[in-house]
């Protein structure tokens, strides 16, 4: 059975010159492909390196998978067996650090939402994935594109064909 959700999280590290801090973007997608929610969002805090930042963006991008994946599921009944959400990532350290359990938090935060997030990879609530940034869904939410990446952006997003 396919998941019921499946999201595509990003993030832009310091992309912001003035106060270095990240811009998150995630798309997340329903069983049949359709988007049913998506967010780009400059953040409050600096993030001392790419993995603080992608555990940042990807946290908050399974929130809210989490959540609408139980409101299809209270929508459409209930489910007799556990289906995974899929997350896709382009941070390979991030996805080895939720992997493996070797994490040393820099910061509380990220410590917590890291803890929060390697239990739902470790009971099978969410399986997540490396996906090259070329094909991240999400990465025209955090960054400006050149022309060409746009398009191949928008047509990810079937925008346009």
């Known amino acids: 059975m396919k998941a019921p959700i499946t999201v595509y999280a990003d993030a832009d590290f310091a992309g912001e010159v ?4 990240l811009t998150t973007g995630f798309v997340i997608l329903d069983q049949y492909g359709a988007i049913v929610n998506w967010k780009s969002q400059r953040q409050k805090t600096v993030a001392k390196s790419t993995v603080d930042m ?5 946290a908050l991008a399974v929130e809210e998978g989490s959540w609408l994946a139980k409101v299809q599921a209270e929508l459409y009944g209930e489910v007799k067996e556990v289906i995974p ?11 080895a650090t939720l992997m493996n359990g070797q994490f040393r938090a820099s910061t509380h ?10 239990q739902l990879v470790h009971e099978g609530e969410v399986t997540i994935m490396y996906l090259r940034t070329d094909e991240m869904i999400a990465d025209g939410l955090t960054k400006g594109l050149e022309s060409g990446k ?11 064909s």
């Open 54 to 58: 992608e555990f940042n963006a990807t």
């Open 18 to 21: 003035d106060g270095m801090r």
């Open 109 to 118: 935060h990220v410590g917590v939402r890291y803890f929060w997030l390697g």
């Open 85 to 95: 959400i899929s997350v896709f990532n382009d941070n390979q350290a991030c996805i």
């Open 150 to 160: 746009h398009q191949g952006f928008t047509r990810m997003l079937s925008m346009m």
